[in-house]
């Protein structure tokens, strides 16, 4: 304790201390204090002092100072006659002996009635050396011995390591000469002393020494050859065995300066084919002399091997020694053993009754080619004929990655074979029936599955016919895509296989068709075909949504599938978002099959917002935004081609300065002619797809209503009854309406409701799901347009439940056009409403259409 003082009184030291704390003064405690203990690394059974400084800033602020220190050692505290203090900021503890595996010491502040910690630190205890141990020894060509051991726990004190081997009489025998000693460089495990003659026995130990101690190891008794590491044999040369096609004979040798008799060492042979990895290894074990050729047997055909060796002297310690140089030879060619996979394209017949056939098949593997394939020869065989023809078109067709071969056939069936050849001989034949042209397929698979087995691959599976005769499989694919065109990729499998998974050329997120045929026979039957993804991903692009009509309360969308390379996964479904100005996203799905929709139910006079979201399993992708205006109360939109609409206005002035001159008068109201007189102008949209199944249930259409045509004056006082939200029933309105209805196709109504909802707003899942009615054309109309207002056409299907009265002959028969929900005006009263552009303007225009019709009957 009296040195540890004298030590901090060192008046040089505090400056330093408290620059190194001043940065921290006003932080945590952590840096409150300075812990050192002396010396750092402890004697076993010897003491050690410590010593906690407190820099003057947080002593200060804080307002504790040495007194105020306590220390633990692993978390008990240790008695204050231990403690000692310089001045008032340091504090010093002194330990008598520490535990052998070391303490933890602390110090720490008493403050604000509880301890806390400033500083800590792991005092650990040096140790005399554990007993090392010899791990191995070797000798490289026979000059040094070397050996390693393992020298035990760390100790914490510089300790030395000396080798000593000593040779002995025998075995674990008695001193022969002074032992020969080297010492290890500092931190190494190892090292050499002069051990030249190897053909004698020693005795090996290691001895560790530091300031507290030493150990010697265990005695290791070797025998000098037991280390010795020979220089490895030679490969002389590898040759073919005569008589023995999947032989091979490695001839090899020694280096003599180390060994005499190759029985004294064991060997090992390595082998392997080109191209593969891994070697295979067997071991030899000579009895000779001198080395004998080593011999490998069952080797495939035309390969080629790659040899190596190595040795070691026969005993349990000794080392191998480092490989060989390799030998290489190749074994020899053998006929091909597998005919190969045939597959044919048949061509329809030309006008001199020939046919194009192409026969394709795929190369041999290396291991049932045998050897190299020179070329194939195909044969044809008649049927009721035994003998085959070689088609010389074929022969000598040279071995490609996907040959194939082209030859003209007359109508009849007959059986094209194949087979390769290489210099060693000729493949088993590969056969298939060209079936006689007209004749029917044969029935093909009645159940063909195919599901992704990874990202590259798919699996097929098939449950094959129930027929003796079936012979094979054979299985078609390609990418399914716009840009590029169908590659067919083949495959030939066996009668029993029931399943395949194929991964040549599959990408994820394409589009695969797969196609299966039974062969019956050698004869191919019908094909059937699956579609499949690897792996979905989410479409590449969204859909682009068009407006095709819209109305006051909603419109008509319509959409283009997503091109093939964009969709990325089968399209379950599409999501149509709108959202008028200022309102909240609304949304209908659709089935991925459907490519239009109708939304009702919008306000009017609104501008949406709207756009698609296509999705597959993967997730889904949104198309660009659009925006579309409903009409405003009282107008109505009609769908005609800009060409048709520059047509349709020559002819109205056509008609008006020509015919009718009270038309101009009238302002484009002319007496509206009898619909019955007349038909539409084929100008008129072919084709409008809506749905109106739900409105079936419709209270106003479902009434039976009265084919009496109102007379004039009473239709104005039956709309101002209305009551305006709701639908009212046409049979309790006095003036009665004309209801023109054709009895055995879709039917045109006037339905005698006013207010918006005179559509019924359809159900949103069920817009999705019900399809569309398609009508072009409905047949008759309201004989009186000019004198019901308010009138509003509506559309439905043909149900025999409506009881609907046949309409009169005059309305029979004539083919109108219809009009989406056109407000109709009386003319002749409309006088205020006149100033209504919209109104007026659209009603005109319905009118004029009309008397286009009109015109054209006349000869226009
Ligand atoms: C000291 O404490 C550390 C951390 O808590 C612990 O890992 C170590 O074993 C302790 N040392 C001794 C000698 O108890
Ligand atoms: C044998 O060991 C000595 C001493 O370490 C060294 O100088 C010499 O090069 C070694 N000889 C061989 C052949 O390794
Ligand atoms: C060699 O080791 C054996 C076995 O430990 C011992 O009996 C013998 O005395 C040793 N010889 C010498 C010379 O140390
Ligand atoms: C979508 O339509 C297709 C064909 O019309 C049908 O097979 C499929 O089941 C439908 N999907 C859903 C989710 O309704
Ligand atoms: C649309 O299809 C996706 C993907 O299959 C599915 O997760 C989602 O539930 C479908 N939505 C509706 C409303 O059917």
Redesign the pocket.
């Known amino acids: 304790m009296v040195s540890v003082q004298k030590h901090w009184e060192r008046g040089w030291l505090y400056p330093l201390l408290w620059l190194a704390l001043k940065a921290g003064a006003e932080s945590s405690w952590q840096d409150c204090s300075i812990l050192t203990v002396r010396p750092p690394v402890a004697r076993p059974g010897s003491g050690v002092s410590a010593s906690c400084v407190l820099s003057p800033a947080c002593a200060r602020e804080r307002g504790v100072n040495a007194a105020d220190v306590a220390w633990r050692l692993d978390g008990e505290e240790i008695p204050r006659d231990q403690y000692g203090s310089i001045g008032s900021s340091v504090s010093t503890v002194t330990l008598s002996a520490l535990p052998l595996a070391g303490a933890n010491l602390s110090c720490h502040a008493r403050y604000g009635g509880s301890d806390t910690l400033l500083q800590s630190r792991e005092i650990r205890v040096a140790s005399p050396p554990a007993q090392p141990k010899i791990l191995s020894c070797i000798s490289i ?1 026979l ?2 011995l070397s050996c390693s051991w393992d020298p035990g726990p760390e100790t914490l004190l510089r300790t030395s390591f000396t080798l000593s081997v000593t040779e002995v009489m025998r075995r674990c025998g008695s001193k022969f000469k002074d032992p020969l000693e080297c010492r290890a460089a500092p931190g190494a495990r190892s090292c ?1 002393v ?1 051990a030249k003659n190897l053909y004698a026995s020693y005795n090996v130990t290691v001895r560790a020494e530091n300031e507290l101690g030493s150990q010697t190891s265990p005695v290791l008794c070797l025998y000098g050859m037991d280390a010795v590491k020979l220089s490895p044999p030679r490969v002389v040369s590898v040759s073919a065995v005569a008589g023995r096609e999947d032989c091979l004979a490695v001839i090899w040798d020694l280096h003599y300066s180390e060994i005499h008799h190759a029985s004294s060492a064991l060997y090992e042979l390595q082998y392997r084919a080109r191209g593969e990895k891994l070697w295979k290894q067997t071991l030899i074990d000579v009895r000779e002399a001198s080395p004998v050729p080593v011999r490998l047997c069952d080797l495939p055909a035309f390969t080629e091997y790659t040899f190596r060796l190595r040795s070691r002297y026969k005993s349990d310690m000794s080392h191998w020694s480092e490989w060989s140089n390799k030998g290489e030879a190749r074994t020899p060619e053998r006929a091909p053993s597998k005919e190969p996979q045939l597959w044919r394209r048949i061509e329809p017949l030309d006008s001199e009754g020939e046919r194009r056939v192409t026969l394709q098949w795929k190369p041999l593997q290396r291991h049932e080619a045998n050897g190299r394939i020179l070329g194939y020869r195909v044969f044809r065989q008649r049927p009721g004929t035994p003998e085959k023809t070689e088609l010389s078109e074929c022969s000598g067709t040279t071995p490609l990655a996907s040959p194939e071969c082209s030859v003209l056939l007359s109508a009849e069936r007959c059986v094209l074979s194949l087979s390769a050849y290489s210099s060693a001989g000729q493949s088993p034949q590969a056969s298939i029936a060209i079936p006689a042209a007209g004749q029917a397929a044969l029935p093909g698979l009645s159940t063909l599955a195919v599901s992704p087995a990874d990202d590259h691959s798919l699996l097929v599976q098939w449950k094959p016919p129930d027929r003796p005769s079936v012979s094979g499989f054979i299985l078609e694919w390609c990418v399914l895509s716009e840009r590029e065109g169908c590659v067919l990729h083949w495959h030939r499998l066996g009668r029993h296989s029931r399943d395949m998974v194929i991964s040549e050329s599959i990408e994820p997120e394409r589009l695969y068709r797969v196609s299966a045929y039974v062969l019956d026979e050698g004869e191919a039957g019908d094909p059937v075909s699956v579609q499949a993804y690897s792996r979905q991903g989410a479409p590449s692009r969204g859909p682009s949504l068009r407006p095709k009509t819209t109305w006051k309360t909603g419109l008509q969308l319509e959409w283009d599938p997503i091109p093939l390379d964009d969709r990325r996964g089968f399209i379950q479904n599409c999501t149509i978002f709108y959202q008028s100005e200022g309102g909240v996203w609304d949304f209908v799905v659709v089935n991925g099959s459907v490519h239009q929709l109708r939304l009702d139910g919008l306000s009017s006079d609104q501008e949406y917002k709207l756009h698609a979201v296509a999705s597959t399993d993967q997730g889904g992708t949104a198309g660009p935004d659009i925006y579309v205006q409903t009409l405003r109360d009282g107008t109505m939109l009609l769908v005609i081609p800009l060409s048709a609409l520059l047509t349709l206005i020559s002819i109205i002035v056509l008609l008006a300065c020509v015919q009718q001159r009270q038309a101009i008068k009238k302002r484009f109201f002319p007496t509206i002619p009898d619909p019955a007189d007349s038909s539409l102008a084929n100008w008129m949209p072919k084709k409008i797809w809506m749905d109106f199944r739900d409105y079936q249930d419709d209270r106003c259409l479902k009434t039976q209503v009265d084919i009496s045509a109102p007379r004039p004056g009473t239709v104005q006082e039956t709309q101002s009854s209305l009551n305006r939200s709701e639908c009212q029933d046409p049979a309790s309105l006095g003036g009665g309406v004309t209801i023109p209805i054709q009895t055995y196709c879709t039917a045109a109504i006037l339905q005698h409701c006013t207010g918006d909802d005179y559509v019924r707003e359809t159900p949103r899942r069920s817009c999705a799901e019900q399809g569309s009615v398609e009508y072009s054309t409905v047949m008759g109309i309201a004989g009186g347009y000019t004198q019901i207002p308010q009138a509003k056409l509506a559309l439905l299907p043909c149900n025999p439940d409506l009881r609907v009265q046949t309409p009169s002959q005059d309305l029979f028969n004539k083919t109108y056009q219809s009009l989406l929900y056109p407000d109709m005006k009386d003319p002749d009263q409309g006088t205020e409403e006149e100033e209504e552009e919209g109104s007026v303007s659209t009603s005109s225009l319905l009118l004029e259409q009309l008397m286009q019709g009109r015109a054209q009957n006349s000869g226009l």
């Open positions: 060509h000059a040094n050499p002069p």
